[in-house]
């Protein structure tokens, strides 16, 4: 998976080539340091999937990018949020097993696994390229890719400054990882997040599993935050129904404006560039200095 690193408008990008994992397939994590990162400072840390789509239009496969240097800079620059590194994992060809939320999809009967299986996109590819394996994603990130990066950088390890975010399947994963890991995570950005888990919400099983999935692995309101979005155009035309009942589920557990944030943006679409134009919310919101 040799590719040139990204380039950067602000800070620079330091790159684990191919990170080695027993859980999944190596990977390239790209992690973002600010301007002026210095060791004898801490920063919080924030893990961002699809890591090859935050940063450099010109080397993503859509030309478009997160651009998640710029609005975190200017955000710490302006002392809006607290100092942050940025780890960006990159994905792979298993990207959709990877992030597929597994406990979930484990509940489910054996016909209605099968079916899942089969699911296709829209040109007919198939959707996965093998068994749901998100379980061992999350213990590659807890266990080997988070160690890693607490050694190497100036991190403050704890809860409180472990944020993880991502979009569309990368805001299923990250909702997931805080309900798997709540001694890790202390808050969740979860863009367009793709409650139908495949391509159709027809007959679909999957959402259901998810919010009874919630129900009972929500973590704490008094130690954790939340950021739910979703837009109205292209996929996130799917979404409004599910991420609804997502906040009903989420108010019954006691979460309020303080931890938790819902919004609707409408007339955007499904795409970087619509993601880049509200990721200063969420950062906002989970790293905002008190």
Not at 40 to 64: E, I
Not at 79 to 92: A, E, F, L, P, Q
Not at 111 to 118: G, H, L, N, P, V
């Amino acid at each position: 998976m040799l590719a040139q690193i990204p380039t950067c408008t602000q800070g620079k990008i330091v790159r684990i080539e191919n990170f080695a994992s027993k859980f999944v397939a190596a990977r390239n994590i790209d992690i973002w340091l600010p301007n002026n990162y210095t060791s004898k400072k801490k920063y919080a840390v924030v893990y961002m999937h699809d890591g090859q789509m935050l940063y450099d239009s010109t080397m993503t496969w859509n030309k478009q990018a997160w651009e998640v240097d710029r609005t975190i800079q200017k955000l710490i620059d302006e002392h809006k949020i607290t100092r942050c590194i940025i780890v960006g994992i990159w994905n792979s060809s298993t990207r959709h097993s990877d992030y597929f939320p597994q406990k979930p999809f484990e509940t489910l009967s054996k016909e209605a696994q099968d079916s899942i299986y089969r699911a296709v996109r829209g040109n007919g590819q198939a959707v996965f390229s093998t068994k749901i394996h998100s379980d061992d994603y999350l213990k590659f990130l807890v266990t080997e890719l988070k160690p890693v990066i607490d050694s190497t950088f100036a991190t403050y390890t704890d809860r409180k400054h472990t944020f993880i975010a991502g979009s569309s399947m990368g805001g299923l994963i990250s909702m997931y990882a805080i309900c798997e890991y709540p001694s890790i995570f202390g808050g969740a950005a979860c863009l367009s997040t793709h409650w139908p888990g495949i391509f159709s919400a027809e007959n679909n099983p999957i959402p259901a599993a998810f919010m009874l999935y919630l129900k009972e692995n929500l973590p704490s309101p008094n130690t954790h935050k939340i950021y739910f979005d979703y837009g109205t155009e292209t996929l996130d035309a799917l979404y409004a129904p599910f991420q609804q009942q997502v906040d009903v589920i989420i108010q019954e557990k006691g979460f309020s404006a303080q931890n938790w944030i819902s919004q609707k943006f409408e007339g955007e679409n499904h795409s970087e560039n619509a993601w880049k134009k509200r990721l200063h919310i969420p950062f906002t919101f989970l790293l905002g200095r008190k």
